[in-house]
Every structure is written in structure tokens, then in C-alpha cells.
């Protein structure tokens, strides 16, 4: 990975208290993880930004290598990798997602 992706990749991780690198974008996700995970994320309330990976293969392949996490969507929270979509859809389903907002003080919407 290029120092420049890794930057990018960290100043988009920096800038949202949550932030999801997808494939589409909210409105038209490109697959169907993509589509659970902002699903879950609407579910929680939670103000939330997204990368559409497609629109760049640098920040595709390089998000990848920044989290060592071999899938996409990925989920930052205050700059924390929490993971893909099973994780979330597990977290959410525990309560553990919900909780892990509430903890890190993210405004809902």
C-alpha cells in the first residue's frame, strides 16, 4: 500500500466518529453486506459516513491492508476497526453495537 492510500485511509477513518468503507453508497449499496451493514447502522440511529470502495481500487485493496481485515464493508467507530458485516449483525443482535455507540458518546441522528 502506498503511503499516500494509508494517509488517505486514515485522515477518512479520523473524520467520522463512524465510518463505513462499502461497496455503493447508502442509497444504492453494490452488494448485499454493504446493504446489511448500513441497515444496521440506520437501525441504530447513529450519524454515520461511508467510502464507496468502488470509486477508487487504491482505498479498495488498501483498506485491507490498513485494518489486516480481508473483506469489505469495514466498520470504524472513533477510529476503531470494529469489523464487517457478520460482526455487526452479531454485535447488533447482542446489544453490543448499540452499547459500543452509547460508550464512545456517537450522536445519534
Known sequence: M???VQARIASAVNSADVLLFMKGTPLFPQCGFSSRAI???DHLGVQY???DVLQDQGIRQGIKEFSDWPTIPQLYVKGEFVGGSDIMMEMY???ELADLMEEK?????
Open 2 to 4: 502506498t503511503d499516500d
Open 39 to 41: 441497515s444496521i447502522l
Open 49 to 51: 459516513a461511508t467510502v
Open 93 to 95: 443482535e447482542a446489544g
Open 105 to 109: 458518546g456517537v450522536a445519534q441522528s
